[in-house]
Structures are given as C-alpha cells and as structure tokens.
C-alpha cells in the first residue's frame, strides 16, 4: 500500500511538473501545438482553402487564417452535418455537441477523437493538480464525484450522437475520472429536469461523495433539494438508498434544523465549478454545505480553456492542447483589422477578446470571451465575460466580473444570500444609478 502511494504521488508530481515546464516555455509550446494541428489538418477542405501547407510561423497562419465565428464557420458545418468528411480535421468525428446559445441561437459544434484524448488528459491533469494542494486532498480519491451535467446523448446525425459538453465530457472522460464518478451514464441523458435531480440524488446518497463538480449555478440548484422535504421524503422511500444513510438523514432532518451538505456527506472536500462566477453564491455554500476548498476550470462547448493549476484563484492555459490569440479588448470594435497577440506578448493587467484554435475544426475562432491577464511568468487569467456586454451609460464599462465582486461584498455587509439578480441602468437628475434588484438565496419549505 506503501509502495502504491509513492508511485501515485510520483505520477502527480512528473505529470504536473511536466505541464509547468510547458508553461515556463509557453510560446515554444504554442508554436508546436500550431504546427501540429496545422499538418494533421493540412489536407482538409478547411485547410485547402487557407493553404495550410504553406503555413510555418505563427504569422503565415495569421496572414492565411481571417479571424473566425460560428456565421463564418456555418458552412463548413453545413457540409459535416450532410455527412461529407474530411470538412474541418482530418480524424474521426465523434460528437455533434449542442452549444446552450449564450449568446444567440443553439450552435452544433463537431467533436474530434482527438480533442475527445485532449480533454481527457486536461481532466486527469486538473485532478492531479488539485491533489498537489495539500497532502489531504488525496483524500477525494477515496470517495466518488457527484457531477450535474446536461444529457450527452439526445438524439443522432449520420449516426453520430447530439449532447452538450457537459454530458459529454462526462461520457468521454479518463480511466481516472470515470472511476470516481457516482453518477451512471443513464441519468446522465435523462432530459427531464425532475426525473434528472431525483435519480441523481438517489445515486449520490449511495456513495461517499468527496467532490462536486458542475456549473455552480446548477451545483445550487441541485443540492437546494438536498434540504426540499417533498423531494427528499420520495428519495428516502426509494429502496435503492442505503439503509444507514436513510436513518443518517432522517435523523438530521428531525433534530438539527440548520444541518449542511457535508453533515451528509461528511468527507466532502472540494467544488469544482465553471461558468457562472461562484462568489456570489460563496456564502451559500458556506451556510448550508460547510467548509470545502473550490477550484474553478474555464470550459465551453468549444473547448477546455484553463484550469485553477495553484491555490490562488487565477487560471492557465491548456498551452499544449489549443493555440491561443489575443485581441487587445478596445482594438476588438474599433479596429477593422485588429492586432492578434501570441501568448508571449500579453501584458499584466490588459484585457483581451480570446481567440481558440484546435484540433476540432476550429482556427482564430472567437468564443466571444473576454479575460484579463493578471500574472505573466507564466501567464494567468481571470474571465472577466462575454464581449460587449457591459453596463456603460457615463463610459464606465462595468463588467459581470465587477457586478458579482461589488454584490458579494454587498452581501457580506449586509447579510444576505445573493439568488439571481437584475441590475436596470437608470438616470436621474443627470446623473447614473444601477438599481440592482435580487433574490434571496433561501431553502425550500414545506
């Protein structure tokens, strides 16, 4: 058992230090991820049409390949979806995923079997991280994840199957990640909300849950059931919940009013969350679930971004699995033609519109994202949010990122659970307000 620790704590430290020696050498690193997705998609319709095989710099590719978006792209997709190959990359085409439309209309993006092992990894290698915080964290391997996701399966094209990234991410996952999964593939493509959080919750009550995992809006939504009589009095009489952990909760419900998540699952240690900023739902979690660490990864339906490598509450880049450019932010809509940075030319404190290129069909494509770099040896980033979307009624240009920091402090002030909020521009009398309207974050009753 020894020997096994030792070889385990090995693996995480080379793995880890492995990545951290690409990010040291960041650009060298970008530079090959460029030119191997570059030759393995040479010979793509895509590629033929933007001369990849003339492409050897960086600047070749900028000069052949125009930034992109989902319209630019649409009729490249167009051919996929009528079952031509060989349209954006050159493997296998495992995946139709469905984008949630953040910002327009539902998208269809092709999933490559080699962005399928990409994400793979990036998931072991988050895992990993996480593990080297503090010697205690390996303790979530011990338990199972509990992870809300969206159905991965929910119909075919050319008999390749249609879901969201979430659920199938879940499906496609590592050996390692798989194996600490509570959740089974059925309930994962169950479509009606309902019948999803029941069977969801029937399963985690069976296990030992150590890590949560999910966008943290729905991680709310979901364990806010955890406390909803109704809902838990129909868990309790399924027979497929233990018996101990059915007198444990009855036992919670009857004598401690204000119990938390972690009095359930009592060796739960961490949160990991994506998509919506989690500090204004902070204080939630500490009332009603206990003391847990969060760790953030930065994910879409495009592609896995970044990830919380350190302790501190900045991002890295997946440098060896996509190729990233930046657009200075105030070049994005002035500029016909904007600058497009490579990692080594970000400065500290700048913002910038992310530009992605992988090995899924996607080449200068913006993702509509806005980040802001905060550390450059080696680089880390914060999200800051969608581009465009800001309040700015006297040139201020407040972001979503300054919205949740400004309601979270208010809520520490004040004592209150932020729910979902409204913030309305008004002026009067000459001058601007931002009336914020919201709901308190509470427990169902009976």
């Known amino acids: 058992m020894l020997g096994a620790k030792i070889v385990t704590k090995t693996i995480k430290a080379v793995s880890i230090s492995k990545f951290e020696k690409m990010l040291e050498f960041a ?36 000069h052949n390949v125009p930034i992109y978006n989902y319209y630019k792209l649409r009729p490249y997709i167009r051919q996929m979806l009528s079952g031509k190959t060989n349209v954006l990359f050159s493997d296998r085409q495992m995946w139709w995923v469905k984008s949630s439309g953040t910002t327009g209309d539902p ?46 399966i929910m119909e075919y094209i050319n008999n390749i199957p249609v879901g969201y990234i979430s659920g199938v991410m879940a499906a496609t996952q590592s050996r390692l990640i798989k194996h600490l999964m509570a959740i089974p593939q059925y309930v994962i493509n169950i479509t009606d909300p309902s019948k999803k959080y029941y069977e969801t919750l029937v399963h985690a009550l069976k296990n030992n849950i150590t890590l949560i995992s999910g ?3 729905f991680i709310v939504k979901a364990l806010k059931f955890l406390f909803d009589p109704k809902m838990m009095s129909k868990v309790l009489d399924d027979p497929r919940v233990k018996v101990s952990q059915k007198a444990n ?24 969350w994506s998509a919506v900023d989690i500090k204004p739902y902070k204080k939630w979690f500490n009332q009603y679930v206990g003391d847990v660490d969060f760790f953030e990864f930065y994910t879409g339906s495009e592609g896995m971004y970044a990830f919380q ?3 501190n509450e900045n991002l890295v880049l997946n440098v060896d699995k996509y190729f ?51 550390k450059t040896d080696p680089v880390m980033i914060r999200v ?8 700015n009624i006297a040139t201020e240009k407040i972001t979503e990122k300054e919205i949740n920091m400004a309601l979270n402090i208010a809520a520490e002030r004040t004592n209150s659970i932020i729910g979902e909020y409204i913030v309305v521009p008004k002026i009067a009398n000459g001058q601007g307000r931002y009336p914020v309207s919201y709901t308190h974050l509470t427990l169902p009753t009976n």
Do not use: C
Request: hydrophobic content about 40%.
């Open 107 to 152: 998208k269809l993006y092709p999933i490559s079997e080699s962005r399928i092992t990409g994400d793979q990894k990036i998931g072991t290698r988050m895992v990993l991280s996480y593990l080297l915080w503090d010697k205690e964290n390996i303790k979530i391997l011990k338990g199972k994840m509990l992870s809300f996701t969206a159905a991965a």
């Open 384 to 391: 800051i949010g969608k581009v465009g979307r800001v309040l």
């Open 309 to 311: 490598l350190y302790e």
């Open 324 to 374: 990233f450019e930046f657009v200075p932010e105030d070049e994005w809509f002035n500029k016909q033609h904007p600058r497009r940075l490579t990692i080594s030319e970000v400065k500290k404190g700048h913002r910038y519109v992310l530009l992605v290129t992988s090995s899924s069909g996607l080449y200068s494509y913006t993702i509509d994202d806005v980040i802001e770099v905060v």
């Open 27 to 62: 650009e060298e690193t970008q530079i090959q991820t460029l030119r191997r997705i570059i030759s393995y998609n040479k010979n793509t319709l895509f590629g033929k049409a933007h001369n990849f095989g003339e492409i050897h710099t960086i600047r070749d590719f900028q």
């Open 215 to 217: 966008a943290s809006s």
């Open 249 to 272: 909760i009855s036992i919670l419900y009857s004598n401690a009013k204000n119990y938390k998540v972690k009095d359930i699952w009592n060796n739960l240690r961490l949160i990991a």
